[in-house]
């Protein structure tokens, strides 16, 4: 007998408090003010993080062709199942150390390691990219990310001529009350070398100009706007090399839903909704949602030889 769980994207429409409409430039200057009121991110006695967070706009990517999202409503409005499954969880998130943070890098790789965000920080030179962000759940926001291009970090990672796919894995840590209900732990990922040699895939380490905060995946996480949300795996702490595409968090949960690819695409429904609009946090105005979330130029070549995969969900 096959057991329903609700899941947070599961929440019908209604229940999600309805949001004042904001949409202004202004939310630029609103975000600073937005974060600041929220609880510091590292401890005093952690070191701070002043390598993430502030860094130079890359101008391929100042425009991402919508008004960027109030903070407060992309750092208060959040997936992150491992502290629960509502959208508030930013309070609890809170409590997951951002300092120390070390990092794996293993599998098909020349020499396996160890490495210390800080290290890793030091090492790669951040910019700051404005991405549209779709989630599955069908809402969105437009934030800047602080980060540097996933490439970079597979150079480092210096990966085997043979190795073909990029694993995400995710914290496991005392604070995340989720971590005792049923999924399948540890939260992972995985995109082909391809797609993480891709320019849009990304690694952020930063959001409206400050550190990544832990609600939103901090110290670092995975961002790839032209695919559903849930494929951007939040707070990484391992990242390994393959030649066999990963079983990964939501596929393991439920494979006739949540497939690998999850590129983004109006005209493929959800197996129980339609995926053709988006809510935009903030205004909540709904507006058509975009064949790889309007990145089909960068990206539409990745899929061309991959008719019989399922591209979409
Ligand atoms: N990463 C982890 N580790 N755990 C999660 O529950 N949720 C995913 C993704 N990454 C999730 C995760 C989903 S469904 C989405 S839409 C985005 O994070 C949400 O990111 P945001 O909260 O920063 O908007």
Redesign the pocket.
């Known amino acids: 007998m096959q057991v329903i769980r609700r899941r947070g994207?599961e929440i019908p429409e209604h229940r999600v408090t309805p949001e004042p409409i904001v949409l202004n430039r202004r939310a630029w200057l609103a975000a600073a003010g937005a974060l600041a009121i929220l609880p510091a991110i590292a401890r005093a006695d952690q070191p701070a993080a002043a390598a993430a967070g502030s860094a130079p706009v890359n101008p391929a990517f100042s425009n991402a062709g919508r008004a960027v999202t109030d903070a407060k409503y992309?750092t208060t409005?959040?997936?992150?199942?491992?502290f629960g499954t509502d959208k508030s969880i930013w309070r609890e998130a809170q409590a997951l150390p951002q300092r120390p943070w070390t990092i794996r890098i293993d599998g098909m790789v020349g020499k396996p390691r160890t490495i210390g965000i800080d290290d890793l920080l030091a090492q790669i030179p951040q910019e700051e990219r404005i991405y549209r962000?779709r989630?599955?759940?069908a809402w969105a926001?437009t934030v800047p990310w602080t980060g540097f291009p996933l490439s970079k970090l597979v150079k480092l990672a210096d990966p085997l001529a043979s190795a073909r796919y990029v694993v995400f894995e995710?914290?496991q840590d005392k604070s995340m009350p989720g971590l005792s209900d049923f999924y399948p732990w540890p939260?992972t990922?995985g995109v082909t070398i391809d797609e993480a040699a891709n320019e849009l895939a990304f690694i952020s380490t930063g959001?409206y100009g400050k550190p990544l905060p832990p609600?939103?995946?901090g110290p670092i996480?995975l961002t790839l706007p032209w695919k559903?949300?849930?494929?951007?795996?939040?707070?990484i702490v391992r990242i390994s090399f393959t030649d066999k595409r990963p079983a990964t968090?939501?596929e393991a949960l439920q494979a006739s839903e949540y497939g690998f690819w999850a590129n983004v695409n109006p005209a493929v429904p959800h197996p129980r909704w339609s995926q053709a609009t988006e809510r935009l946090l903030g205004t909540n105005e709904r507006i058509p949602t975009q064949l790889f979330n309007g990145y089909a130029d960068q990206v539409a070549a990745l899929y061309a030889g991959l008719k019989n995969e399922k591209l979409f969900m």
């Open positions: 994207w992309a409005y959040n997936n992150y199942y491992e962000h989630c599955v759940e926001m995710t914290a939260y990922e959001l609600q939103n995946g996480r559903y949300g849930f494929k951007s795996a939040k707070s968090f939501w």
